[in-house]
Structure formats: structure tokens, C-alpha cells
């Protein structure tokens, strides 16, 4: 049965209009974005089959041009239109955190930064500057590969924290493995680098590790 004969209340974009978003699961709002199904199946429908195939709307949004365009009714017009979706919903985070924003809710550093790292294949370390006021400066990736206490060295930390006059920095990396419980090594890291900061009087606010489905803050835990 198409799709504009079901009952009004259970076509997504009806749905959607009429209840938001959260209230469509994911391969429902996978439907309005492919818009039409293909013989013999509804939008629906080809959604939950794209669904089952790679396992999840994560898996999906994270495959490769050869992977999504392999999986029945997609191509690369397909591809490249959800990648401009991935990347518009990437960029409106970074604009909650642009300059002159206050920190005031660490929810949002933690949406943030699990766009910005989580799915990265490679662990990156990055810091968020902020002036005395707790506004942002800047979001900047300062190292990549194995972060260990020779990966970060706090001297260049400190001078990219002069260069943009920061007062303040959020500290954060990824953990490729999906696991976000902090090494000893993060800690020592972050006890060198709030030390070696502190000479300059800037202060070091959080360090975020963030895992696949968790982001552990060390603030929270009363470590920095």
C-alpha cells in the first residue's frame, strides 16, 4: 500500500508537521529524506530494509560511497545528499559554539564534541578557548594519533592558549576503541597540562573523553 493512502496520522511527513521530529523513529525520518521507496516497497519500507543492512542509522550515515550506494535504490545522488545533511547538522553544533558564546551548559560541549570526535578512526586531542568570561574563542584539533604524555606536549599547548588570549580551555580527545573511561595516562595528562597552564594563569575548566556512547567529564568526576 502507498505510503499517501495510510491514515494521515502515520505518513512521516504528516507525522512529523504535526508531532516534530522526536516523535518519528529512525526509519521514519529515514523515509522523508529518501522521499520515495522503490517497486514493491514504500519509502518505509526501503528505509527499514537500508536500516536492517547496515545495522543502524549511525552505520548508515558513517558508510563509505561504495558501501551506502551498494544498498538497493541508493546512488550517488543519494550519498551526496545525506552527506550535506550529516555535514549541515555538524556545522549547526560548531555555530552553538561559536565566538562569543557563554558556556553555561555542558550539554552542549558534550553534543559538541561527540559530533566533532566520536566517529573519528584515529584519537584526536582538541581544545575549546575561552575568554575570561567563559565565551568561546575557539575550537581547535591540536594532535592526532596515540595521545600519551609524549603526543601532548604542554608547551605547545600553552602557546596555542597565549595565541588566542585565552583565559580558559575545555580539554577533550576520542577514544577510537568506544571506551571512555579515562586512562591513568589521560589523567596524568591533564594533571601536566592544568599545571603548566596555571603558570600562565590560564585555567583548565574540564577534560572530556569521549567514547561511542558515553562522554566522560573529569570535572564531574572532581579532577581538575
Not at 538497493?72 to 549541515?88: F, H, N
Not at 551548559?105 to 584519537?123: I, M, N
Request: hydrophobic share 45%; aromatic share 6%.
Amino acid at each position: 500500500m502507498a505510503i499517501t493512502a495510510w491514515p494521515v496520522a502515520e505518513r512521516p511527513r504528516e507525522k512529523l508537521l504535526a508531532r516534530g521530529p522526536e516523535a518519528l523513529s529512525d526509519a521514519e525520518l529515514l523515509a522523508i529524506f529518501l522521499r520515495t521507496g522503490v517497486p514493491g516497497m514504500t519509502a518505509v519500507d526501503l528505509a527499514r530494509d537500508l536500516l536492517a543492512q547496515f545495522g543502524s542509522l549511525r552505520a548508515l550515515l558513517n558508510a563509505s560511497k561504495e558501501e551506502f550506494c551498494a544498498g538497493r535504490g541508493m546512488g550517488e545522488a543519494k550519498y551526496a545528499q545525506l552527506q550535506a545533511v550529516v555535514e549541515m547538522a555538524r556545522r549547526h553544533l560548531h555555530e552553538e559554539l561559536e565566538r562569543g558564546e557563554v558556556l553555561s551548559d555542558p550539554g552542549r560541549v558534550r553534543r559538541f564534541l561527540t559530533v566533532r570526535l566520536r566517529d573519528l578512526p584515529h584519537e584526536v586531542f582538541a581544545c575549546i578557548f575561552l575568554d575570561n568570561r567563559h565565551r568561546v574563542i575557539r575550537f581547535e584539533e591540536l594532535f592526532r594519533g596515540t595521545i600519551d604524555g609524549a603526543a601532548v606536549p604542554p608547551r605547545e599547548v600553552v602557546k596555542a592558549a597565549l595565541a588566542h588570549n585565552a583565559a580558559a580551555v575545555i580539554l577533550a580527545h576520542n577514544h577510537p576503541s568506544g571506551i571512555a573511561e579515562p586512562s591513568r595516562s589521560d589523567r596524568n595528562i591533564t594533571d601536566r597540562l592544568r599545571d603548566a597552564l596555571g603558570l600562565v594563569d590560564i585555567r583548565v575548566l574540564d577534560h572530556f573523553v569521549v567514547g561511542d556512547g558515553e562522554v566522560v567529564s573529569f570535572a564531574e568526576r572532581g579532577w581538575v
